[in-house]
């Protein structure tokens, strides 16, 4: 692996103070693997106590809104997770696009302000069956990307693309390897065509269905940088040997 790999467990709507264990024991464990960038996307509720609970640790949020502030009730902006104690936001994913409508524009706008919040940011892109069955897929997310990236004229600083197909997602399928293959291929054009040679610092993360079986094969592939895993980050015993293959790659 070209650069040094981050793997950055998403949570999704599971965890309360009863599971804040789960997060110090990986901060204790990650502490002398320099070879990984690891974080955990945790839910808003738990961001400021488990910052606390594991200072130094790299902790996000799993979404900010589109608007710095405002009569949006309920939502988060991003400036609120970053004062939370969050040093990186997941934008973009697809639960939200696909359940909650959210639009390329509004990914977009989201970028934008987590950056300009000076959070990291992991921006997701990924396909449905339907559109990889109809053999569009390496289009419809590289003009996905596009219009969902930061317009900015260098490479925003801190910032990840995450490409997970949907239909990898919490299915235990995977995309071929060569399939992978081609879509990073596909974003890092993207990517270079926005921003230039700037867009070399930016990691392309795998995400759907990355368990400790599959890591080692999934970083081995040309092009991938890390991964954003949603199931098997809520545990330890299962989060742990990803980050340790993705330590082994690191070395190769
Ligand atoms: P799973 O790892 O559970 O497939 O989820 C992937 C994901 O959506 C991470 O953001």
Known sequence: MAKRPFVAGNWKMHGTRAELGNITHVSIETETIDE???????PATL????????????IGAQDIHHEPKGAFTGSVSAQMVKDAGAKLTIVGHSERRE??????AQVRAKAELAIDAGLKTI???GESLAVRETGQALNFVGDQLDASLPDMV????????????????????????????????????????????????IRILYGGSVKGSNAADIFAID????????????????FMPIVHAAAAAAKD
């Open 36 to 42: 990984v960038l690891v974080a955990l996307c945790v």
């Open 47 to 58: 961001i400021t106590r488990a910052v606390a609970a594991s200072p130094g640790f790299l």
């Open 99 to 104: 359940l909650l409508g959210e639009t390329n």
């Open 123 to 125: 921006l997701c892109v």
């Open 154 to 201: 260098t490479a925003p600083i801190h910032l990840s693309i995450a490409y997970e197909p949907i239909w990898a997602i919490g299915t235990g399928k995977v995309p071929s390897a060569g399939d992978i293959e081609a879509m990073h291929a596909r974003i890092r054009e993207v990517l270079e065509r926005r921003y230039g040679e700037g867009a070399a610092s």
């Open 223 to 238: 092009g991938v940088d890390g991964a954003l895993v949603g199931g098997a980050s809520l545990a330890p015993d299962d």
